[in-house]
């Protein structure tokens, strides 16, 4: 067996995971704070990358570009929970996700008319450098975007487990009226949980598209059914679990290309399968929290 | 205790009933192939949709994957028919079937995977349908496109039927109307309550002796049998079988948004829930004929409009409204106007 | 009676003691009443019915008639004064040699021009750019001797072939379209394939490669000066038996019919050389994410690289080859010679070879070519959205051509007219077909692709550069495709 092929291959799918997971951190971020499932988060991603991209367009530096994105979008998600999701908050989470499907469909129509259909491209901040170590390839992207993803987790840990909004936060998604009860502006915390998730979204389109090499109106579409398979598997309110879960979806991936050829074409199977089993065995995903039931 | 209900007003239904389904009879008379090709569209639709309102409607599981028990059942007919020959008819009880089992097969592990997780996993097998039609499938021109032969009507329904699509879309009225009472029988029987019951708390109603198992994976079963007939009924209508991930995608989200706006947990939802749909979605198209790229967006935009006025679908504001009209008191010259209404929650 | 599941091990921290309410992962579905159910039920009825009523009637009022119509023209089988030796229209439903009356030949096509394929919809661009043009300077199309202004019908189908199947059946009982024109996509094209036929109605230049359009069964359909997919290979591998004679080749393909065509077609044409297929690949077209499958191929070191892909996939598979440090001789699909998806690449898209039919309006040697001029000019006057220099546009504006020249030389202006000249077309310098380029069509050929040059992308310069000589393939394409390519 080709040991640095396989090596190349797990490479491979870290970095697909990576870009999966990135999309993951999101919308476990939007559960964990709010409790809902927001289908609209690939596209809302899409458009502070399209925003970072206009920027960049004009002339700004790629950091530059993609903090104020990420700021744009910080308020931007505020905004959305403010007056798209808060009024039909208090309903069932059936129809908010009605309502984040509007979204989706919205935005994405936006995002084309504004900026136009055709393919556009993005600077990297990572170099475009591919490392060679002992027939391994390792492209400088795929290291670049897993410490991302570590700083990020070890970010919101410290933001959860630390600091008065964290607790906050935590306080209002686990029991709003207590919350209330003791002088937490719940409205203003869900919306800080939107606004922190739109800002990871953004964070997370504006490095991972240019490792798919063009920035267009359905990037963000595949990546959102992985993002939430990943999500899954790793527990849905757990960030730790989104990063693992999206890496082991995007080598599942991989490695079923290259090693399983009866699987052509339904490569899917096998992630889709390790999610099975392991929700089978724990129906919380790998990280997440066990649900208690009272009778 | 209210009073018995008099004959007239356990007639009323069927009454109603009967009206709907004699306008539904007179729309292709009337209406070009066109329009018939949508209207028998919006029936097929609602079959699938009454299938998704007893699963999520009724028994409380989420499923974001039904686009795929629909394709299945679409594929199952197309491929009968066009590379064996069988009658379209002839294949429904084949779909049915199938669909029970692939239903249940899903069901199983549905016991374990619940709430969101479960419609996660559903959204996987959507994806996954696709895929494995890629792989199996050898259509027309080597795609994944199955066409059937053309369905033409027999002799003796000329009169009413001197078109083909006319003949497709009695059908499709027929098979559907003949699901809709099944659902109907079913949800107010034994197995609707139980239904409802396993939503509300599994744990009461095991103490009552319901089977959680089994009411949860027949709802899981039936759902699929129902809309994998709906894909057959709609391959009738169009003549042809065709399952990519995005339009997999959509039809599933297009049956749970109808569920969602026609009002979860009513026969009627569905059905007001996929004509109200389909009627939307043709009308999004044409208020920007220069601009369809706005077409999407319009109808996002709607769709959220709509759950905001009505969470509970039609059927549910409906009922706000009927039951605001009858807590009225009537008019008895004591009082100018009536009392303000107490929202009732 | 508690359930409890067991719970993460580790000491019991603040951070993973939840209390009992902790937000689960769960969705509670209600109805809004939670009443005693026989109660529900007598209040339900007239509500629910009055509610569909409403919506049926809804949907009813922003519908037209027309079934009368429909009834009065659907009088049997037309076909009695058209006699041709070239398409048989004793089937037809109407009948096609029915002149037309008025000053307008009316068009119809289906294309995407939403969602994740939208960007196909630069070719409305160039189409209407082009009759745009001929309608105000030239005043029309002259056809057998009446000049008729030219309009197009264009619907949005997202590139679904369940919508182009209603938006064809609306172009053709409510718009009344003359002809269908570069409708696009090889499914969406199929799926409308027996309608065009039992309705004679002409679908000219169907927008894809696809060998299906030589099946001669539906001769209502005639494809587009697209090189046939199977023709590439047969140019590849012409090219190969020179250059390297006993290459190894690694296939990347599409998993749909697409990439099919492309690898059945090598597998066929490489038995009995030297050349050998070693590895073979397939994406998903939906996602377009190629790189684990880049580095499968990669690994069998083999000479030459065949991508059978299309859109944003190219890029992605070529700069994917670039990373994993592989330099093999590059062919790729001609669907992929756009400036758009090679600048996307960027410089690991150099050295590329695929076909070209067309002059590409990047490329300094057209500059002062006529019709190169006219197509810049008036472009940007009748489409200004359009970007001039994208080859989609390129692409509408020369099958718009193709199509103007069809009509003026149609004798008649009918249906069987029309198509009997497509079906044996003839022609050269129009639109921005190449120069040595001449497109025929006639009752045993029925591809139109057939003579093309081959084509390297030069990354520096920012185009792509012939290489080699004119090839000539015509009435070749037949005998070169697998006939279930063709026939299936």
Known sequence: MNVSLFFTQLANGIGAGAIYASLALALVLIFRTTGLLNFAQGEMALFSTYVTWWLWDQGAPILVAILVSVALSFAGGAVIERVVIRPVEAASPLIVVIVTLGMFLALNALTQVVFGTDAKQLASVFPRRVFDLGGVRLSAQTLGLVGVLVVECVLLWIVFQRTKVGLALRAVASNPTSARLVGISVGRMLMVGWALAAALGALAGSLVVPATEALTASSMQAILVFAFAGAALGGFDSPLGAVVGGLVVGVANALTIEYLEPLRDVELLVPFGIILGVLLVRPAGLFGTQRVERV | ????????????????????????????????????????????????????????????????????????????????????????????????????????????????????????????????FPDLVTRFVRGTGGTTLVQIPKVTAPGWATGFAPQDDQWRYYLVLAVAAVLALLAWNLVRGRFGRALIAVREHEAAAATVGIDLARVKVSAFAVSAAYAAVAGSLLVLVTGLANAGRVETFQLSIDFLVIIVIGGIGTVLGPIVGAWLFVFLEDWTKQVFPDTPLLSPALFGVALILFVYVLPDGLIGGARRVTRRLRRRPPPDGTRATPHPEVNPA | MSRIVSRPLGTPTPANLRAPEAKEPHMHITTAHSTSLRSRRRLRRPAGWAALLVVLALLLAACGGGRSEEKRTDGGDGGDGAASELIDTSGCASDPSVEVTGDTIKLGTSLPQSGLYSAFQEILRGEEAYFRYVNEELGGVKVGGKTYKIELVNKDDQYQADKTVQNVNGLINDDKVFALFNVVGTKNNLAIRDLVNEQCIPNLFAATGSPAWGNTKYPWLLGTMLVPYPLEMQAFVDYLKQEKPDATIAVLRASDDFGRAYADTLKRLVGGTDLRIVKEATYNPEVSDTKAQVTSLAATEADAFVLGATLLACPNALQAV????????????????????????????????????????????????????????????????ADVTNGIVAYGWTTAAFLVETLQSSPKLTRLAVMETARTLDVEGVGLQLPEASLSVDEDDWFLGEIFTMVRYDAGKGYFVTEGDVLDFSGKTRSITPPDLITG
């Open chain 3, 322 to 385: 670039r990373e994993a440090g592989w330099q093999p001789i590059i062919y790729m699909s001609g669907t992929c010679t756009s400036k758009t998806l090679m600048n996307i690449a960027g410089p690991a898209a150099d050295g590329v070879l695929s076909v070209g039919s067309l002059m590409d309006p990047n490329d300094p040697r057209w500059a002062s070519d006529p019709r190169m001029r006219l197509y810049k000019e008036k472009v940007p006057q009748y489409a200004p959205e």
């Open chain 2, 1 to 128: 205790m209210p009073a018995r209900p008099t004959p007239l007003r356990r007639a009323g239904p069927a009454v109603a009933a009967l009206a709907v389904l004699a306008v539904l009879a007179w729309l292709p008379q009337y209406y070009g192939s066109t329009q018939t090709a949508l209207f028998g569209r919006a029936i097929a639709f609602a079959v699938a949709a009454l299938g998704l309102n007893l699963l999520t409607g009724y028994n409380g599981q989420v499923s974001i994957g039904h686009g795929a028990f629909f394709g299945f059942g679409a594929y199952t007919t197309a491929i009968l028919m066009k590379d064996h020959d069988w009658p379209f008819l002839a294949t429904l009880p084949v779909v049915a079937v199938a669909g029970l089992v692939v239903g249940a097969a899903v069901g199983f592990p549905a016991l374990r995977v619940k709430g969101l997780y479960l419609a996660l996993v559903t959204l996987g097998l959507a994806a996954l």
